[in-house]
């Protein structure tokens, strides 16, 4: 089969008409329809060769030919369940097209904590004209633990820094060749967490649900955080004990927290996370597609493998199958982005 034999490409975003010209005019040899996650019909489903976006599950798994999937997001996970795509089709993903605006998400909340800007939104509500009795902390000269390196890591990571921080990295897995970026003082591997925690003013969480990272903030690791530090959660809620964190928040263990992930969501009205003012909770929004940006991140990844696939090139961000998250591994490289 030619690798430019014409194939039947969807796209399922808020694309712009510009956008999507590039789209087509990338493959001219293919043929585009252009919808939503939320307009797509089942026609649309059957149709596609090709799927760019998350079109809804009980659509895709519909049709049983789809070769290559690009996800819209870094962590795929519904659609790497058995059944949902054919065995032989690829899946690669949005790794780096949210790190710009994940992490001005975290270091908006970091500040706003940091500066107590939440409690005077709160007094403005209540028209009240009333300075807090405590004083507000400085974001220069703290310690900022990343646990978490990959895009959103990273962007966050150098945004610390940049503003001043003492920055250390964690990953998975360090070996002897794993560098170590400008922006950090020393990366570390995961198994030497708690070693770090007690030392970091802020611990920046963007790590994907595994089951490695289930629940691997719960109380005891939360203990083992410096008295009074922050923690943000961007990647999945799994990774944090809900609960826990909301104890050691009331009881002053942590000065605050600030989470756009949690386990389950939507929060339950009655989980005592709501109830704590120095916790903020947005509902998985940093994200998605609030910033444009994202969006033309998006766009030119796929752009940039559609063009792989129709030369027959191997793709880059594949997700592996076989593993039931989004890792970024497989046959091609890994976009990250450069923001």
């Not at 109830?275 to 597609?289: C, K, L, Q, R």
């Not at 559609?306 to 030369?311: I, V």
Request: with cysteine; charged share 20%; glycine share 8%.
């Amino acid at each position: 089969m030619s690798a430019l034999q014409s194939k039947n490409v969807l796209v399922c975003l808020p694309a712009s008409e510009a956008q999507k010209a590039a789209i087509a005019a990338s493959v001219p040899e293919y043929q585009y329809r252009f919808t939503t996650a939320e307009t797509a019909t089942e026609e649309d489903a059957l149709w596609a060769d090709l799927v760019l976006g998350n079109l809804p599950v009980p659509l895709i798994s519909r049709n049983k030919r789809i070769r290559w999937f690009q996800s819209n997001a870094a962590g795929p996970n519904a659609y790497l369940v058995p059944g949902v795509l054919p065995e032989e089709c690829v899946v690669t993903n949005a790794t780096g097209a949210y790190g710009l605006a994940i992490s001005e998400w975290m270091l908006a909340m970091w500040l706003g904590l940091q500066k107590d800007l939440f409690h005077y939104r709160d007094n403005q509500h209540q028209h009240l004209w009333q300075p807090m009795p405590r004083q507000v902390r400085s974001v220069y000269g703290s310690r900022v633990l990343c646990v978490g390196m990959g895009d959103i890591g990273s962007n966050f990571a150098r945004r610390a820094h940049a503003l001043g921080a003492e920055v250390v990295g964690v990953r998975r897995t360090v070996g002897p060749d794993t560098p170590c970026p400008d922006y950090c003082v020393r990366v570390v591997a995961q198994s030497d967490l708690d070693k770090e925690l007690p030392e970091a003013d802020l611990v920046a969480l963007s790590l994907p649900g595994t089951r490695e990272t289930t629940n691997l903030f719960d109380a005891r690791r939360i203990a083992l955080c410096k008295p009074g530090a922050i923690l943000l959660n961007v990647g999945r809620g799994t990774v944090v004990d809900g609960e826990a964190l909301a104890a050691a928040v009331h009881s002053g263990q942590l000065f605050g927290a600030a989470v756009d992930v949690t386990d389950p969501e939507p929060l339950p009205p009655d989980h005592p996370l709501w109830a704590e003012p120095n916790v903020i909770i947005t509902p998985h929004v940093s994200g998605g597609f609030s910033l444009p940006q994202t969006v033309q991140n998006i766009v030119d990844i796929f752009i940039h493998n559609l063009k792989r696939y129709a030369a027959g090139q191997p793709l880059d961000n594949q997700v592996s199958r076989s593993r039931q998250y989004a890792t970024g591994e497989g046959g091609g490289r890994r976009l990250v982005s450069t923001l």
